[in-house]
Nanobody, 115 residues
């Protein structure tokens, strides 16, 4: 089993940056299987970014060019660098990992983009 803990959320003005972190604990997993989702009020949870392979990541169209996913395997941590934030990026951001047939989720971190 894998446990995930997100951090870094908060209130930011439109156009500003924010960096989220997700630390994983447990055994038998790879940070390549980790990714970020988000859920805005009244909307379904959606994929934001995840690793496609060791050199490539995939992003939702709405965040391409603004968000970057990265990882530090030694620290078992995945990051989401968010730049040029927009009010429509406001959501709870969740880290997840796919391990075999199981998917584990963190508790989420709130990101609010507002002036």
């Amino acid at each position: 089993q894998v446990q995930l803990v997100e951090s870094g959320g908060g209130l930011v003005q439109p156009g500003g940056p924010l960096r989220l972190s997700c630390v994983a604990s447990g055994s038998g997993f790879s940070t390549l299987n980790m990714g970020w989702h988000r859920q805005a009020p009244g909307k379904e949870r959606e994929l934001v970014a995840r690793f496609a392979n060791i050199v490539t990541a995939m992003y939702a169209d709405s965040v391409k060019g603004r968000f970057t996913i990265s990882r530090d395997s030694a620290k078992r941590t995945v990051f989401l660098q968010m730049n040029s934030l927009k009010p429509e990026d406001t959501a709870i951001y969740y880290c997840n990992i796919i391990q075999g047939r199981d998917t584990y989720w963190g508790q989420g971190t709130q990101v609010t983009v507002s002036s």
